[in-house]
């Protein structure tokens, strides 16, 4: 599987995820012959969302995991990896400085996003496990996850319009939550139990059967490129 650096803030996941669940679910474990047995594996997608990071690689034990170096707000889609406990380490692209690493534990058949948050000088890996199942139909799933250190608890809603998930903290990862499919939404993510609207994502597509995930990264207190943005990533979406 080729690994493909894609801009998030456009798209993101995984080509024919469909495909992948079948292959997943069925001759992964055993093919037609009942004679070979492919090793069950995790899914882990990576996000660089550490406002004043340069570039960065990631690494999985000794594997290099992206092609390209990984800038802000960027990211790899799902790479497969083995399950149980890994060694998940950030690196300033180009070098052997380490941003970040600790130990991750896997398991078969989930799926996963980590997030590089916070800024350099302290940086975060945040692990968020992904459920994405596939929505009912003429619908999609969306939720939000903060991974921008300062800006407190927040909020996702539709302009003028639903509120789809509420009172995330730092760190925090909503549910996937079902919104009519095939339809254009400005999305806002506000402090949490306000109106006060930190960012804005203005006519997202939002397709039927399609999983979503809204990210806010950032800092509250920057005016410059670190100031807060939202993001949006697609983790899945099925034919």
Not at 106 to 116: E, H, V
């Amino acid at each position: 599987m080729k690994y493909v650096q894609q801009n998030l803030k456009r798209r993101a996941g995984i080509v024919g995820m469909i495909c992948l669940l079948a292959v997943l679910l069925t001759s992964c474990l055993k093919n037609h012959d009942n004679d070979y047995v492919d090793p069950p594996v995790a899914f882990l997608s990576v996000i660089n969302a550490s406002p004043d990071s340069q570039p960065v690689n990631f690494f999985l034990d000794q594997n290099r995991a992206n092609d390209f170096p990984i800038n802000y707000g960027h990211g790899i889609d799902y790479i497969r990896a083995f399950p149980g406990k890994r060694v998940a380490s950030f690196y300033i692209a180009g070098t052997q400085q380490k941003l970040k690493a600790d130990t991750i534990n896997l398991t078969a058949q989930k799926f996963y996003s980590m997030y590089l948050a916070n800024v350099a000088a302290t940086p975060d890996m945040i692990l968020i496990s992904d459920s994405i199942s596939r929505p009912d139909a003429g619908k999609a799933t969306i939720r939000l996850v903060n991974v921008s250190p300062d800006a407190g608890a927040v909020d996702l809603g539709i302009k003028a319009g639903a509120l789809l998930a509420s009172n995330q903290a730092y760190k925090g990862a909503s549910v996937f939550t079902p919104i009519q499919g095939n339809s254009t939404y400005t999305l806002e993510v506000r402090k949490a139990g306000t109106t006060t609207v930190l960012a804005t994502l203005q006519d997202v597509q939002l397709n039927s059967a399609s999983v979503y995930t809204i990210w806010l990264q950032g800092l509250a207190a920057a005016t410059d490129q670190k100031k807060l943005s939202a993001n949006i990533q697609t983790n899945a979406f099925y034919y």
